[in-house]
């Protein structure tokens, strides 16, 4: 029941805010996951055993997040001025052995993983409005649920040894499912756009997913732990339920970006 009823408020709450905010304010609210989401993302990879700089590998991803939609800034330019920054504080450090290459992985991986996925989400709301957004989270979550229940009456061979709860038949399930739910919403949502385009969003959104689902869950079986963090009762942490979204947002990003002109 408690995961219900967090589940209900949380999508309230984020429809609430897509629907009503412009794209430079809902640039602030993904600035703020981006700081929880960091926060979550920072404990797991210390209990594998990596060290990032927090406050560096922080600053860059909040600034990778803030320059994909409003480029003030050359995004080259941030991720440069990230690396140079981590860079300088290795060399400063008595780091020896694997975590001298470890530790700065770590950490410029955040700035990609989570600041890139967050700004992308806002340059959707920005291109196509607060319909597109919608509709890119709602093809992630009718393609998880697609997986889930697929695998359940389906299921028998484990998609990743990693991840021997997902199977391949699941897997199947929202790669089906999320192409022809486009195919009909997008059709309403965003009407300039042939069938064809949708099916190929649909797709390419769902496979997407799938990696960013599997992705967080081989960090999380690394560091030892059941769910990122414990923000969102019954549903774990931020990065626990927009892992889908973080691989997805680009991915629909680059299709609204490129084609968004065409016929």
Known sequence: MTRV???????????????????????????????????????????IGATVPYWTSLAGTLLVCATVPFPYLDLEFVLAGTLLVIAFKVLAS??????????????LLAPIYIGLGLGCLVSVHAIAGREGVLLLIATVAVSDTSQYYMGRAFGRTPLSPRSPKKTREGA?????????????AGAYWLPAFPWWWHASLGLAIAITGIIGDLFESMLKRAAGMKDSGALIPGHGGVLDRIDALLFAAPV????LRNVWTLP
């Open 94 to 107: 008595d780091r020896t052995g694997p975590s001298l290459l470890t530790d700065p992985a770590a950490a």
């Open 252 to 255: 629909c990003y680059f299709f």
């Open 5 to 47: 009823l967090s589940g209900v408020v949380l999508g309230a709450v984020a429809l609430a805010l897509i629907w009503f905010l412009s794209s430079a304010a809902l640039l602030v609210v993904a600035l703020a996951l981006a700081a929880l989401a960091f926060h979550e993302y920072e404990r797991v990879v210390r209990a």
């Open 172 to 184: 199947a399930g929202g790669l089906v499912v999320a192409p022809l739910f486009l195919v009909v």
